[in-house]
């Protein structure tokens, strides 16, 4: 049976980081896949990540299986750092989590979700949006769609052409929206539209689905969930899916949830109920280590203080690689405005190169970066700055 079996095409991201593995040409860059880097271009083990496995490694007692929904004191601090600790959803159990794998499990649970419980219901996603989203939903067989989002022209949000896009999604429809850090553009939305986008979505009732993978990455831990909780004050009814792959540095640990928010509490206990019929289906109940690393940390007010100012350091780095970026190319190709890039938040930014400056850039240059053009920030450092630039200016 196996010999008759085609290799399947590489992932166009992750197969990127194997092709750059395998090359053998010195000071290659690799600015496609989305893990961040610090200035020596490796990916940090936090301190408070140590710390906290160390406190576990004592205390361990079993290594027994979780509840379907995987660490009650996991999902209580998940909420808080969605809504804040004295949000009424979170007082008055309108707001329920299930612990995941990662925030990609969290999507294929909302995924299969969505083809159980509303099987007529199509999902919106932002044109563009990150790679594996249509992917996930697809093998789920949930329909989907595109809405307007990003401008190439001027390289922002195209506001007004989303806002028309939102009124003519049908009613019931789901919408799938990045909290804060989109990727792959790095535009979000100000407060203020974000305000505008949730009204919208109450009067056409539709369902958000919001992808939270970034929160502390943009302005701030409480600043980057301002969107999230603007639709949440507005819209009565909401999925998000969170990871802490980035903001803990843990990508091995796949840890994330999938929060759902409903009217009242007996509603949301019965999604809940229909969300863990999925995960029993599917992986059973969640793994244990990385959700009890983030509860350690989150619960201690030491390690807590401590884990924000790591991530203040990592959202810092990754600004002032965009502003060194900026300037850098300023004196290496002049008559080129890269500047929209400081104006973006995260890790990712669209770059403006098109598949042929790419490919120059692989081949020539031995740098590496996603064929939409998209570029990861984070993986930039001080010390390959001039090589990274002047590739770039010799291509454009």
């Known amino acids: 049976m196996f010999a008759t079996i085609e290799a399947a095409p590489p992932d166009p991201i992750l197969g990127l980081t194997e092709a750059f593995k395998a090359d053998s040409r010195p000071n290659k860059i690799n600015l496609g896949v989305g893990v961040y880097l610090d200035e020596t271009g490796k990916t940090p083990l936090l301190d408070t990540v140590r710390q906290a496995e160390q406190r576990m490694a ?90 307007a989002y990003f401008n190439p022209k001027t390289n922002s949000l195209d506001f007004d052409a989303l806002i028309a896009a939102l009124h003519e999604i049908p009613h019931h429809d789901v919408i799938l929206l990045h909290a804060c850090c989109h990727n792959p553009s790095g535009v979000d939305p100000t407060v203020a539209q974000w305000e505008q986008i949730a009204d919208v979505l109450a009067q056409r009732q539709l369902l958000p689905l919001i992808d939270f993978a970034y929160q502390g990455f943009g302005d701030g831990l409480e600043e980057d969930a301002a969107g999230l909780r603007a639709v949440a004050d507005r819209v009565p009814e909401l999925l998000v899916c969170s990871s802490f792959s980035k903001n803990f540095s843990l990508y091995n640990e796949r840890v994330g949830a999938l929060t759902i928010v409903s009217g009242d509490k007996d509603s949301a206990a019965n999604v809940m109920s229909q969300i863990k019929v999925v995960i029993r289906r599917n992986y059973s109940n969640p793994p244990a280590h990385g959700a009890a690393i983030v509860r350690t940390i989150l619960t201690d007010d030491k390690l807590r203080a401590q884990w924000l100012s790591e991530l203040t350091t990592m959202r810092n780095r990754i600004n002032a690689m965009r502003r060194l970026f900026v300037d850098t190319l300023a ?64 291509v454009l």
């Open 58 to 147: 004592a205390a361990a007692t079993n290594k027994s299986y979780l509840p379907i929904d995987g660490d009650a004191a996991y999902n209580r601090c998940v909420r808080q750092l969605l809504f804040g600790s004295d949000h009424s959803l979170v007082k008055n159990g309108q707001a329920l989590t299930a612990q995941t794998p990662g925030g990609t499990g969290a999507l294929r649970v909302a995924a299969d979700y969505l083809h159980a419980c509303h099987p007529t219901a199509t999902l919106w996603l932002s044109n563009p949006t990150w790679a594996n989203h249509d992917a996930i939903f697809h093998a789920a067989d949930v329909p989907t769609a595109v809405y």
């Open 331 to 394: 004196k290496l190709a002049p008559g080129r405005d890269f500047s929209f890039i400081v104006d973006q938040r995260g890790m990712f930014s669209f770059s403006g190169l098109n598949k042929d400056q790419v490919k120059l850039l692989r081949d020539e240059h031995a740098i590496y970066i996603v064929g939409s053009g998209r570029i990861n920030v984070a993986g930039m450092t001080p010390g390959s700055m001039d090589q990274l630039c002047k590739a770039i200016a010799s």
